[in-house]
C-alpha cells in the first residue's frame, strides 16, 4: 500500500460537514496492491463492507475501494497531487508493509 495524505478542494457537490470538520478536511488516498490469487475467496472491497469493524476503527471513519480503470500514471499523479502543490512533502508518503530494517523491536 502507498498512502498520501489528501485536503479537500472546492467541488460543485455538497460534502457534508462531518467530513470537512475533521482535521481540516484532510484524509488518505491509497494505492492497494492486491494479489491476483490470494485465499481470500472475495474481493477486498467486499470483505470490508462486510466486517466494517474489523477495519475502521476511531479515528478512521470510513473505506472507500475503487478498482485503478485509468492508467497508473494518472493515477499515481492523482495520489501525489498534495506533493505537487506543496501542501505536504515526499516524507509524508506511507509505504506498508514496511521493510524488517525499519521495524522496531
Known sequence: MVSAP??????????????????DGLHMHAILGVPLKSRRKEELASHVARKPHAYIKVPLRNIHFAPIEGNMKDVVGYLTKTIRRGRCRWEDILFLPKSPSELVD
Open 6 to 23: 489528501d485536503y479537500p478542494v472546492f467541488k460543485h457537490e455538497k460534502i457534508g460537514l462531518a467530513e470537512v470538520r475533521i482535521n
